[in-house]
């Protein structure tokens, strides 16, 4: 029996998710409950940073700061209990921002204040664009984040004059699964659709299943920004599905809309 996730039935569409634990695995979760049938295919994984004893030092030092913005899930998972640990009583002078929605959800399930986050654009552009962040001069401001990845949100924020530090709490890998049996799948049309959430999982899935890359470009994929959309194009995939941002049910949407309108 198929089972149902808020009226919606993807009818036994195989979706090859990208995204890292554990968000990627919740997707999966969705998309199985949706009707769908999720294949896992983590194409990031995520590790604490060589030495996380220098995160931890700056973590004791976060009540010099005005603003803490967190960049990712992950990074509010990396250190939500050594702050509880070190801050029993948060320093209510600090502010706290989540760049998206999804970030904003981890901060509240681990009961961690969270003064403000972009409700319509889940980017770093939609937090430059919030009122609290357009005069910023002398401010101090931690950007809580993996290794890698942009510079656009702390290059934009010491444009306007902020004094920017980076806590890079974890580090993202190119994992060393076999991709062989997702390369079959891809090979013999057993995929009808792939989830990237991320550039940097994008490149890897491209490098991991590159003997297939024709099968790989011929499968329509979901992406979750302008920005990734760009990517996606631009690296040879033919159909690019853009979500709304990067919440589950805007994936889920995404997909029972493209593929079954009329149901």
Known sequence: ??????????????????????MGEILCQH???????????????????????????QLKKLDRIDWIIFLSPQAVYATSHLIHLDWPNFPPAVKIAAVGGGTAKALQQVDLRLDVFPTEQWSSEGLLSLPEFSQIKGKK?????????????RQSLQLRGAIVSEIMVYRRD???????????????????????????????????????????????????????????????????????????????????????PTR
């Open 31 to 57: 998309i199985n409950a949706g009707g769908g049938e999720a294949i896992y295919f983590p194409t990031i994984d995520i590790s604490p940073p060589a030495d996380p004893s220098i995160y931890r030092m």
């Open 174 to 260: 190119k994992p060393l699964t076999d991709a062989t049996p997702y390369c079959n799948m891809l090979r013999n049309n057993l995929i009808d659709c792939v989830v990237a959430t991320s550039g940097e999982g994008l490149r890897n899935l491209l490098e991991l299943c590159a003997n297939v890359t024709e099968n790989l470009f011929a499968v329509p994929i979901v992406v979750i920004s302008p920005r990734l959309q760009d990517i996606a194009r631009n690296w040879g995939f033919k159909k690019i599905l853009l979500a709304k941002n990067p919440s589950h049910n805007a994936i889920i949407d995404t997909l029972s809309a493209t593929f079954y």
């Open 141 to 153: 401001i931690a950007l809580l984040r993996g290794e890698g990845g942009r510079e656009y949100l």
């Open 1 to 22: 029996m198929t089972t149902k996730n808020n009226g919606i039935d993807l009818h036994g569409l195989r979706v090859l998710v990208t995204r890292p634990k554990p």
